[in-house]
């Protein structure tokens, strides 16, 4: 029986692992490596690593970083930060990541998805589409960790993406991250109907009801969160886990 992926997103802040609330409040979790060998033994479907200080500092993520997690991961990863050039994306894929994840450079310049997806195929192209609501209650695509709004509507952003060549999107919301009270299922759902490209929802996973809710509700391809699989219990003690098989029924 087919189920969709289920895949646990990391975010790197120092080199260490962080969890943040609505893109603030980032609170220390742990060794990246380690939580990889905690994900390898509970047989985590893939991995998401996400550098959220590469862009604002004029970097990319590191290399050494991708090659330590491609010797110890036994499941798929991609990673994304400051990802601006071919030649990032070849460095990244020498090192073991199977997909680069590129955020911010998507919307400075879209003709680099592009360019990257004839260069390295669809399905090695994943963009990430923060999106967050105005004051006015209008839903924008953001950029550089949620500090520069765009001109964007999330659709029409989308719509382009998949114009351009990206194999898959990452749909994330700003106003539901680390809140663990579900995704934002209009959001998703929105978008799963305008593309024909697989779209992952990110951003507000509580628990294994959510998960279902984007899946069955709002047609995501595929399930990515953060909260739920490094926080434990109603005080958010930190503990790396996933679910198992048997409990995810689709």
């Given at each position: ?5 289920i895949?646990?997103?990391?975010l ?18 742990g ?6 060998r ?14 959220i200080e ?13 090659k330590?997690v ?8 991609s990673?994304?930060g ?11 894929i ?18 680099f998805?592009?360019?990257?997806s ?9 963009v ?5 609501k ?24 989308a ?9 898959e ?16 299922l ?7 109907e305008?593309?024909?490209i697989p779209?992952?929802a990110?951003g ?6 959510h998960?279902?809710q ?7 391809s ?20 996933y679910p ?7």
């Amino acid at each position: 029986m087919f189920r969709p992926r289920i895949i646990p997103v990391l975010l790197l802040k120092n080199k260490t692992l962080v969890k943040s609330e609505k893109f603030k409040k980032f609170r220390y979790i742990g060794d990246a490596i380690n939580a990889v060998r905690i994900f390898n033994e509970l047989k985590a479907d893939e991995l998401v690593f996400l550098d959220i200080e590469a862009t604002s500092e004029k970097r990319t993520v590191s290399l050494d970083f991708v090659k330590a997690v491609g010797e110890e991961a036994n499941m798929p990863f991609s990673v994304g930060g400051g990802i601006r050039t071919v030649e990032h994306i070849k460095q990244i894929i020498a090192a073991g990541a199977e997909k680069v994840i590129i955020g911010t450079y998507a919307v400075e310049n879209p003709d680099f998805i592009k360019q990257a997806s004839e260069t390295f195929g669809s399905s090695t192209i994943v963009v990430c589409v923060d999106v967050k609501k105005t004051l006015l209650g209008k839903q924008k695509v953001w950029i550089t960790n949620a500090q520069k709004r765009t001109k964007y509507t999330p659709v029409d952003f989308a719509n382009l993406m998949e114009e351009k060549g990206a194999g898959e999107l990452i749909i994330q919301s700003i106003d539901n991250d680390g809140i663990m009270n579900g995704y934002d299922l209009d959001l998703i759902k929105t978008i799963a109907e305008s593309v024909k490209i697989p779209v992952i929802a990110l951003g507000g996973a509580g628990d294994l009801s959510h998960l279902k809710q984007a899946y069955k509700e709002a047609y995501a391809s595929a399930l990515a969160a953060g909260s739920l699989f490094v926080f434990k219990g109603g005080n958010k003690g930190v503990l790396i886990n996933y679910p198992e098989k048997t409990d995810l029924n689709f």
